[in-house]
């Protein structure tokens, strides 16, 4: 008898096994940032995948916060994630740690919508360095922005925010936040810090990117400590609420997160705008990617040719209010608007029917101030972080230990319990870097 029952506790155990193999087979492992979708597209999507290959598929849709922490699951843990979502610098560590597939664009009869995506995105990605890897054939850029200030146009003039020299004018003291992230800032100010040598030919907006020398390091440490006697506080996600608050007038920070802040507080009454700087600055990137260890390649392939339909990228951009790295003339035409916007060039885009296009210049900047554009790079982290810690020092108050602390909590929370959280329109990532 109890060799009987032994017997019969492995067959259901083995039919166990089986039967979660088999529905493995039809599930979709998405790793996404928190608030960074439309959602509904989920549900979608699993109808959709059905009516172009006659397959079922269930989306297990998981959040993270960090990229430090995706990166971790699946280089440390092997997790079987099918398709993320990191950021560019990521994208280049994930490259040259062959963690990555390449993406097979063949949909049979489903033509392939990859090809929407922006030229000018498609470029940024050939600028990562994966180790003799195209990162074009391993990754599909989602979404994107470029990192600036918010300034309180009460205070501030679009004069004075022309130049990053504005955060350490005497008359901001206590005024300025600076966004926690040290590879975005010290990218930004290594390009601003050396605008007229890539002006007169002596380097290029590309050079000065991959750049992590212990001179360039050097210089921007010194241009941080003339701004720190105007720093209030070092934010990760609360900067946003703060100049909604007019408890400051400038913020170093991304454009998703301006264009929030600048509606919230629009309906308080508060007056706030967001330009980049013509010193030069950066576009920051994320992009979806298969990991190595995927068991459902072929939905991840789709999942990420579904997410390249025009119509879905605007669901996209109007949920989460960043803008979509999908390009041509059905996202011009919805993106346009004469009665709001004075024209501007945004042919670096949208090819010549950008040029004069009514667009809002938060999302899409002039080309004049994109040509001095870079991005980030996978470089000298060990270094950057200990610059990073010298400049702020006993500048990190307590306040801002405690949000980034909690921050941190928050992003174990999200990573251990993950599933799908909806959330209202202009939720942001609380922690991008």
């Known amino acids: 008898m109890k060799r009987f029952l032994v017997s019969a506790l492995c067959l259901i155990a083995a039919a166990t096994f089986a039967a979660n193999g088999a529905d493995r087979e039809h599930q979709l492992k998405v790793y996404n940032w928190a608030d960074y979708i439309d959602e509904d597209l989920i549900d979608e999507f699993e109808q959709w995948y059905e009516e172009q290959t006659g397959e079922p598929v269930e989306v297990i849709y998981q959040l993270f916060d960090i990229n430090e922490v995706m990166l971790s699951?699946?280089?440390?843990?092997?997790e079987d994630f099918d398709v993320v979502c990191p950021s560019e610098y990521i994208i280049e560590r994930m490259l040259r740690a062959d963690l990555l597939l390449p993406i097979d664009r063949d949909f049979g009869s489903t033509p392939d919508y990859t090809v929407n995506v922006a030229p000018f995105m498609n470029d940024f990605l050939s600028q990562v360095d994966g180790n003799g890897k195209d990162a074009n054939d391993?990754?599909?850029?989602?979404?994107w922005g470029t990192v600036g200030i918010t300034y309180n146009s009460d205070h501030v003039t679009p004069e004075e925010v022309s130049t990053w020299d504005v955060?350490?004018?005497?008359?901001?003291?206590?005024?300025?936040?600076m966004k926690e992230a040290f590879r975005d800032v010290y990218t930004t100010f290594n390009i601003a810090l050396n605008r007229e040598r890539i002006d007169r030919g002596e380097t290029t907006v590309e050079e000065l990117s991959y750049d992590a020398s212990p001179e360039s390091i050097a210089?921007?440490?010194?241009?941080?400590?003339?701004?720190?006697?105007n720093i209030a506080g070092w934010e990760a996600d609360f900067g946003k609420e703060m100049m909604t608050k007019e408890k400051a007038w400038l913020n170093l920070t991304w454009s998703g997160d301006a264009q929030w802040a600048i509606e919230e507080a629009e309906a308080v009454g508060v007056s706030l705008d967001y330009a980049v700087p013509e010193d030069g600055s950066i576009v920051w990137f994320d992009g979806w990617v298969i990991p190595k260890y995927a068991k459902n390649v072929q939905a991840a392939r789709y999942f990420i040719n579904f997410m390249c339909l025009p119509e879905n990228a605007l669901r996209n951009m109007d949920v989460i209010g960043y803008v979509s790295a999908i390009g041509g003339d059905e996202i011009l035409s919805a993106m346009a608007d004469d009665a709001q916007y004075a024209p501007i060039d945004a042919s670096y885009f949208f090819g010549e029917a950008?040029?004069?296009?009514?667009?809002?210049?938060?999302?899409?900047p002039d080309a004049s101030i994109m040509e001095y554009c870079g991005m980030m790079h996978d470089r000298g982290t060990e270094e950057l972080l200990a610059m990073w810690s010298r400049v702020k020092g006993d500048n990190?108050?307590?306040?801002?230990?405690?949000?980034v602390g909690a921050i941190a909590v928050l992003a174990v929370l999200a990573f251990v319990l993950g599933g799908r959280s909806k959330k209202g329109r202009h939720s942001r990532r609380a922690a991008r870097r």
């Open 138 to 143: 391993y990754a599909v850029p989602y979404m």
């Open 354 to 364: 950008g040029k004069g296009a009514c667009l809002n210049p938060i999302m899409y």
């Open 73 to 78: 699951k699946i280089e440390k843990g092997h």
């Open 396 to 403: 990190a108050n307590s306040f801002t230990w405690l949000i």
């Open 219 to 229: 210089r921007v440490e010194a241009y941080l400590n003339e701004m720190k006697p």
């Open 167 to 177: 955060l350490k004018d005497p008359k901001f003291e206590g005024k300025v936040l």
